[in-house]
């Protein structure tokens, strides 16, 4: 996508996970392209570097230290960021938790662990913001994965948060249309420079990983950015309860390391 810096001139919007790694990215490219944003997370010191950068570009930020899996205080991070921009236009869904574990030795607790951040997460963030997008229209952004498209090992807990937050696309997508309200996903790949990628495939594993995609290659956070602006912005206005993969065609090989 061509650089535009009035491309989400004048909007505002809210990421979860804002702080680090790929909503971190996304929040950069929003105030790239104009837009106010507010960033949440559980640790204030990356939250933190991350507003003062996006206060270098221009625009209006916001830090708000606050767990998704806490819906009131998560309500009251949207609402206060609604006031102080005077408006908010669009929700990216990105806090997100994962660990490698065979379905045979994952606990309750572990699996609850990701369903609550991940998909709980999801859901407490976007009714948060309905009233808000409704007084205007706007765009919810779901960050997803293509680990359930096949069988991923040791990635069962993550894969079934991710399912339901395509399901969650999809039907907000048909009942919240009506309202003005787009509801789009991106399933990524794996993804340079993230902390999950650095954990899940560390060393030849990663090399293995880029080798078996299509694209010889892994993803970077600036391919999740760019899809971001275009699903979120008004050349993507008649794109509504799709999920597009943003992965190098490697879930299409049946694989994910080589």
Same mark, same amino acid.
């Given at each position: 996508? /061509? ?17 680090? $790694? ?22 204030? &010191? ?5 507003? %003062? ?17 806490? /819906? ?29 574990? &065979?379905?045979? %030795? ?13 998909? *709980? ?16 229209? $706007? ?22 948060? *991710? ?9 907000? /997508?048909?009942?919240? @249309? ?10 990524? @790949? /794996?993804?340079?420079?993230? &902390? ?7 060393? &030849? ?54």
């Amino acid at each position: 996508m /061509a650089f535009d810096p009035a491309l989400l001139r004048g909007r505002a919007a809210f990421v979860t996970g804002g702080g680090t $790694g790929i909503c971190r990215g996304i929040a950069l490219a929003f105030a790239r392209h104009g837009c106010n944003v507010a960033i949440a997370g559980r640790r204030s &010191e990356p939250l933190d570097a991350t507003l %003062r950068e996006i206060e270098t570009l221009g625009v209006r930020a916001l830090a708000h230290p606050v767990d998704v899996r806490d /819906a009131a205080a998560l309500e009251a991070a949207v609402n206060a960021a609604a006031s102080a921009f005077g408006r908010l236009d669009v929700l990216v869904n990105g806090a997100a938790g994962n660990f490698l574990c &065979e379905a045979g %030795r994952l606990s309750p607790n572990g699996f609850a662990a990701v369903i609550d951040i991940d998909l *709980k997460g999801t859901f407490h963030a976007c009714r948060a913001a309905l009233p808000h997008l409704r007084a205007r229209g $706007g765009v919810i952004l779901n960050i997803s994965a293509t680990l359930h498209y096949l069988g991923t090992p040791m990635q069962l807990h993550v894969s079934a948060a *991710k399912a339901g937050i395509d399901a969650l696309t999809q039907n907000l /997508a048909v009942e919240w @249309g009506p309202y003005g309200i787009r509801v789009v996903g991106i399933a990524r @790949g /794996a993804i340079a420079g993230t &902390e999950g990628v650095d954990r899940l495939l560390p060393g &030849e594993a990663r090399d293995r990983a880029a080798a078996a995609n299509p694209l010889r290659r892994l993803g970077t956070i600036d391919d999740i950015a760019h899809a971001a602006l275009f699903l979120c912005s008004d050349q993507a206005a008649y794109v509504n309860g799709a999920t597009l993969v943003v992965d190098g065609g490697q879930w299409l090989s049946g694989r994910l390391v080589g």
